[in-house]
């Protein structure tokens, strides 16, 4: 079993997400936040139901809340929904 999401884990997720991945977190603004003029989001926080993200859009920063289609149960969950997510949004976006 994989460790449950405590707010280190969610810092830890969201530090890789947007050192290593900006690009799969803009694309979860702009197709899962329906930000389609954002030109770059960070993820701020994530916890079993959904994560929030900042999005930026002509200077103007907003927070965007994207929900999960299920509950995560750890931190590999969220890296498999992740994973899946983008996938879904190359198609979609």
Do not use: W
């Not at 907003?62 to 983008?86: G, K, N």
């Amino acid at each position: 079993m994989s460790d449950p999401i405590t707010p280190e884990i969610s810092q830890r997720i969201c530090n890789h997400m947007n050192d290593d991945h900006a690009d799969a977190v803009l694309m979860y603004a702009k197709v899962f936040g329906n930000v389609a003029t954002a030109t770059s989001a960070s993820m701020v926080a994530i916890d079993p139901q959904g994560m929030d993200l900042m999005t930026q859009t002509d200077g103007t920063a907003t927070p965007v809340r994207i929900t999960f289609d299920h509950e995560l149960q750890d931190s590999e969950d969220a890296h498999q929904t992740l994973i899946a997510m983008v996938k879904q949004a190359r198609v979609q976006g």
